[in-house]
C-alpha cells in the first residue's frame, strides 16, 4: 500500500484549530471532531479510524481503562475524513497524543499509519475515576 499523506485537524464546537504550541483543553462529555484529510482519493467504501493515548503511557490506576480516545468516520468525498466522538466521563487526566490512523478497504488487510503527528490535547477531569468492577472465577467451555 502506497504511502497516503495525512493532514489532521482537530476540531470542536464551531472553532477550528491549527496545530500549534498551545495545548487545547477538554472535559468529559465534551464532543469533539477529528477531521483526517488524505492527498488523494480512497475507495469509497474506505473507512478509518483513529485513537490518541495519554501521553507517558502508564494510566492513572483507578482509570487504567481509559487512557484511549478513538474516533470512527466515513467520507462523503472519499478523501476527508470527518469524526466525531464524545469524551467519556472516567477519562484519566492528561496530555493525550495521537497514536495511530487505521484505513480498511474493502478487499484489503486493515493499514495502520504512526506517521509523525504532533497533534495533542489536554484532558482535564475532576471526577474520580470508578473503581473497576470485580470479574468473579467462571468456567468456560467450547462445544463443536
Known amino acids: 500500500m502506497s504511502r497516503v499523506w ?7 464546537s464551531a472553532c477550528a484549530l491549527a496545530q500549534t504550541s498551545a495545548t487545547t483543553v477538554f472535559k468529559p462529555n465534551d464532543k469533539i471532531q477529528l477531521t483526517v484529510k488524505f492527498d488523494k ?5 474506505s473507512t478509518v ?3 490518541f493515548r495519554r501521553k507517558g503511557g502508564g494510566a492513572v490506576e483507578a482509570c487504567k481503562n481509559s487512557t484511549n480516545v478513538t474516533w470512527q468516520g466515513s467520507s462523503p468525498d472519499d478523501q476527508t475524513f470527518e469524526m ?5 466521563d472516567n477519562l484519566a487526566p492528561g496530555t493525550y ?3 495511530y ?4 478497504s474493502p478487499g484489503f488487510e486493515p493499514a495502520n499509519s504512526t506517521q509523525p503527528v504532533t497533534l495533542t490535547f489536554e484532558i482535564k477531569n475532576d471526577k474520580p475515576c470508578p ?6 472465577n467462571f468456567d468456560i467451555s467450547i462445544k463443536p
Do not use: E, G, R
Open 49 to 51: 479510524d483513529s485513537a
Open 101 to 104: 490512523l487505521t484505513l480498511s
Open 6 to 12: 495525512l493532514m489532521v485537524v482537530l476540531l470542536w
Open 131 to 136: 473503581k473497576p468492577v470485580q470479574v468473579p
Open 97 to 99: 497524543q495521537f497514536a
Open 41 to 45: 482519493k480512497v475507495d469509497p467504501k
Open 84 to 88: 466525531t466522538t464524545t469524551l467519556l
